[in-house]
């Protein structure tokens, strides 16, 4: 389609549109697939089915619901910061592309830790499952942060991106290792502690989010 | 795309662009996936495998078939009157943007409880899986409440929007909160009620839908 | 995007844009997910897991290749018709989103027969699953006769649409409904004939698409 | 939408639009999906189920991971080379359609070889997986240049594309089937430089993928 529209565009221009439609395809893709982990509970008898144990078994299954909710609301800040860095871009290049590859690789993982945490945290090894999910937040926030560093190249940023705005990115994205690692040390001794700086950290960056 | 089509366009009337499109991928993908629900008849053993046994496990499966059908039309309506919201907005911001986070969290999750009216609604436990479907439209109807607000303060809508059109969906959405915790009170008597009025419900609003 | 683009537009224009690429988006999902029918062969034992037998055990699965193969590029055919349709459309209106609606949720089940042929074609069981194939598409047929109907009303068609293409388009599609009940017929007697008449007619199809 | 913008444009121009979006939509459907096949592990009995037991349990998945982080690079690789082609192209035909889908079909398909080396990795089965992976890429990689074909052919290519980009695209798909037919054949005798091979060939097309 852009290539009907802007004629004069470089090829490197056009290329930015289809890159977020694509990593827009992906968030939105991800995102929605969080939602198969919800399952529906089942019984080993048929007799054991009556509308209590339904009742209790779905109410039973609140970890499925608290780790996707968590994960549901991590993806939507993570794809509004994707898109708040791309709409500061200019051009595309290989680098661009690969370091973007790297973010999305991460974004189609989230459904797995996610599922991990709701099948163990009320296990012996909940542990084990929350240090894994906030570890794996710690990857996507370096990926993040490459992705920040690739974006922002003299070559393929904006030239009249307002360096306020990109200063204010910069550094958003400059607690994210660090409290993500915050949370994986955590996680070995308390799984909720963990779990709840991960749920902290989407409403600080979602607050924090300018309109702009 | 629309970066290089609207040069002029400030940054915010970007943003509903891509905010539109993220949502229609989540619908698309959400209204796609109810359909895995489906699932192929298996058999204990392969003596029983025989054209009639498949026919008839086919015809078995039928209360999945009902609530397929009415989930995703009740989804596509959804994404009709999403679409007439988003029509008449002229900005984003946080606000709107975590509003329809909210409603796109609940679109993911309808394939849920329709597995669960799909597995139960033959089981001594379908009023505790109905009650659960039209409680969680409950919600679904709460999120549009929210949305139609956010999406309507001074500070996002179109200023042209004709207010005829806003307050028709207005009245249109107040209904739904209390429609479905009416379906739900009556799934705890009568499963068949409770869904005999979530599906009325799809046909009202599709119905009633405004062409322009 | 579109409100962006074409200020001067109607409403009911810009409808359809956001309608085609919901669409695609449908499309575009259904198409991806019938491969999740292929799946991995596993063995009872650990002592079985041999070259040998991994190779037998992919080789044994073709009706699950040929089930996916037929049905992916008649979704492909269908998703070239459903473009040549939009093509002439110039409005929509609730009748027409009901009418695609209608077609889009055929679409979305497609996955669910192909399953169903998959794994019963090899069984004593293959007529009833090549039978519900070929009815399911009789079905498919239905839906794109009452698009066809839906679309060329007076009030949506592009007044400047030509009516040869139409009438092609009419044409084509006219065949469909008795030729998918003759495959279902036949079902009844021979699998392979039902499966034959059906990969037939999406090559037919195919090769009849007109390139403008 | 490109019907509003551009009503000069004749349907084939426009067809190269709807084409890429429903291409790019398989693909990132296709990419994301890859990331189901990585699995929560699963403990025989409850007492198993420890912080260490379930770390280990995700450690010894690796051959998941490792087969996953491949498939996923080689797509977006495949996406980046497809979009590379499509930027030379100004009319769409039924030829082209059809080259097209055959790739589509064979993208919605990686995800399959991937969890056959992700299962049999480490069973004495490997080499069979292994050459079926590779061997699947020898189909698309021969699916790629039937596209370069279609693509290129004078009644469909952009005249005043620059033969220098055709020929650097002709020239790296030139090596893609004996490439992959040689990781194919050493599958049967080691599984891992197979999988080396395959990995290796798609860092070689990342770094000589062109910025323009």
């Not at 973010?103 to 991990?116: E, R, Y």
């Given at each position: 389609m852009t290539e009907i529209i802007s004629e004069t565009g470089t090829p490197s221009e056009r290329e930015t549109g289809r890159l977020e439609a694509f990593s827009d395809g992906v968030f939105a893709i991800a995102i929605t697939l969080l939602a198969l982990e919800l399952k529906v509970p089942h019984f080993e008898s048929g007799s054991d089915v009556t509308p209590a144990a339904l009742a209790s078994g779905l109410a039973r299954q609140w970890p499925s619901y608290f780790a996707f909710f968590t994960s549901f609301f991590t993806v939507l800040v993570m794809w509004v910061h994707h898109h708040a860095i791309f709409r500061l871009v200019w051009r595309s290049d290989v680098t661009l592309l690969f370091a973007n590859g790297f973010?999305?690789?991460?974004?189609?993982?989230?459904?797995?830790?996610?599922?991990?945490v709701a099948e163990y945290l009320r296990t012996p090894a909940a542990s084990a499952a929350c240090t894994f999910y906030a570890g794996f937040f710690v990857l996507v926030s370096i990926g993040f942060w490459v992705l920040l560093w690739a974006a922002f190249r003299k070559s393929v940023v904006n030239p009249h991106a307002s360096a306020a705005k990109i200063e204010h990115l910069r550094r958003s994205y400059r607690l994210g290792p660090p409290l993500y690692l915050a949370a994986t040390v955590a996680g070995l001794f308390s799984p909720w502690l963990a779990m709840g700086i991960c749920s902290a950290l989407w409403m600080v960056w979602a607050v924090t989010t300018r309109d702009d």
């Open positions: 973010l999305l690789m991460l974004v189609t993982v989230v459904p797995f830790p996610t599922a991990l």
